[in-house]
């Protein structure tokens, strides 16, 4: 077992060298202090099945948690990262304990753990990868917001460059909202190739402008069960002109000999 005194803020990467194996971190708070601690292993590919507690110094347990979800982990059916929020009732050592849930350790079993105040933020993800519009029309896409450490600011949507002959519009996500659906226009007839599109979302944490460009993806469902916010390279508009049929294509065949 590893004890260890840190100070927070702090980011760490340790190893459950063992089966059975258990890290506690020992650090000191005050009261009415909001602490998180979250670890990130499976989200990079690692074995661990992490369960994390957050004890006094009596042993009584403030906050535990197995498995949180993340919309943003891509193929992932287990979402067995853990992360625990808590705030501290006194002034006094508290313990944050991380485990493997199955008891299971070795030299594969890495994590990254951190310990901090909350830090509030977002990320985004927008489906599908590929809008297809007449000209001078529009498309629909969807955003999913994915909020960190309890951030509830608004998060105002909008295209990076509106130059481009394409607009968004919709409404924003406020509060704990994380899904908004939103419309793809554009001023333009059509084009000639996929036009790649960025989604920006812009919120305030308070003290500072927050801007966060959108991660396309796709919605994908595996195993018939588990559904997925799967990341893609870019999106992608195409405009097309209805008044204008498509060449034929030529069909694929055996020379004469």
């Known amino acids: 077992m590893l004890f260890r005194s ?3 803020p702090i980011v760490m ?3 459950l060298g063992m089966p059975g194996d258990q890290d506690v971190f020992r650090f000191e708070g005050r009261p009415g202090q909001e602490v998180v601690a979250e670890v990130t292993a499976r989200r990079l590919d690692s074995p661990v099945d992490s369960e994390l507690k957050i004890t006094d110094a009596a042993g009584a347990v403030l906050a535990l948690n197995d498995d949180t979800e993340d919309l943003g982990s891509g193929l992932n059916t287990h979402h067995a990262d853990s992360l625990v929020r808590v705030k501290l009732p006194a002034k006094g050592t ?4 991380l ?3 199955q008891h299971k350790g070795g030299d594969a079993y890495a994590y990254r753990l951190r310990i901090s105040e909350p830090q509030p933020d977002f990320a985004l993800r927008v489906v ?3 809008a297809v519009m007449r000209g001078k029309e529009s498309a629909g896409l969807t955003v999913y917001a994915i909020r960190k450490d309890g951030f509830t600011g608004t998060i105002k949507l909008d295209v990076k460059d509106p130059a481009s002959g394409f607009t968004l519009q919709g409404p924003p996500l406020v509060g704990t909202q994380c899904l908004a659906r939103v419309t793809l226009k554009t001023s333009l007839a ?3 190739a996929p036009v ?3 989604v920006l979302g812009v919120s305030s944490n308070g003290t500072q402008r927050i801007v966060r460009e959108a991660v396309p993806a796709e919605d994908r469902m595996q195993a018939f069960l588990w559904r997925h916010l ?3 390279q870019e999106l992608l508009a195409d405009v097309y002109d209805p008044k204008k049929s498509p060449e034929p294509r030529k069909r694929k065949g055996k020379g004469k000999k």
Request: glycine content about 4%; aromatic content about 8%.
């Open 6 to 8: 840190v100070e927070l």
């Open 190 to 192: 059509e084009t000639d």
């Open 99 to 101: 485990t493997d849930t």
């Open 13 to 15: 990467n340790g190893v």
């Open 196 to 198: 790649p599109v960025v």
């Open 230 to 232: 799967v990341p893609a």
């Open 94 to 97: 508290y313990y944050v304990h």
């Open 128 to 130: 599908p990868s590929r």
